[in-house]
């Protein structure tokens, strides 16, 4: 057990978000691991930076630590723009081992919804109709390019995130048991969090 304090912490991450006719869709897997030893099924990396906007990472209480900084420095509701440039700029803790980025979504009145890839180096990508960071980022790319379509609805879009990361989940050795899928979406109504098990795939 004290050898295992010394090994990497990792949370076999998955994130992604998807846009949809009217908002977006934030989803993650919930599983964080330490060595050998499960230390959690049910984290969230999914943190709210404002009312209207939401970011994932695998650092979500990194992330946590600079929300109130933000809310001041840019007040209520922001951009999505604003929001990731902010996450875009906050320090990487040993960036040289980071394997994920970070992504924000969420819903403003100039753009309406917007998902924004943030590698791990930190540039801000171009607003995207999908993003996707994490283990298993090029195999989920395939999978989001067949399954995402223009116009689908609230629903569809959050079926095809817990789909997505069920999808990740069973790719690397995972099954229902081994955690569940977080989703958040954002529209001009709010935002609502749920919690789902994996789906089978």
């Known amino acids: ?29 919930s599983r964080t691991s330490t ?24 650092d979500a209480q990194i992330v946590s630590d600079y929300v109130r900084h933000f809310r001041i420095q840019l007040g209520q509701p922001t951009t999505v723009k604003s929001a990731a440039n902010f996450v875009s700029s906050l320090p990487y803790n040993n960036k040289a081992k980071r394997q994920t980025g970070r992504i924000v979504g969420g819903w403003d009145k100039y753009d309406g919804g917007n998902i924004y890839g943030i590698p791990v180096g930190g540039t801000v990508e171009e607003p995207q109709r999908f993003a996707i960071e994490g283990r298993e980022s090029s195999y989920l790319h395939g999978f989001l390019d067949r399954a995402w379509r223009e ?25 229902s048991s081994d955690g ?11 935002a609502t969090g749920k919690l789902y098990p994996a789906a089978s795939t």
């Open 180 to 190: 569940a899928v977080r989703v958040v979406t954002i529209s001009k109504d709010g």
């Open 35 to 58: 060595g050998m030893h499960m230390m959690s099924r049910l984290s969230n990396k999914i943190t709210e930076l404002a009312d209207n906007v939401y970011v994932c990472a695998d």
């Open 1 to 29: 057990m004290e050898m295992d304090r010394l090994l990497p912490h990792s949370t076999e991450t998955t994130i992604l978000g998807v846009t949809y006719e009217g908002g977006v869709v934030l989803g993650a897997n």
């Open 151 to 175: 116009g689908m609805s609230q629903e569809e879009a959050e079926k095809l995130v817990v789909n997505a990361v069920s999808a990740a989940i069973a790719r690397h050795g995972g099954a």
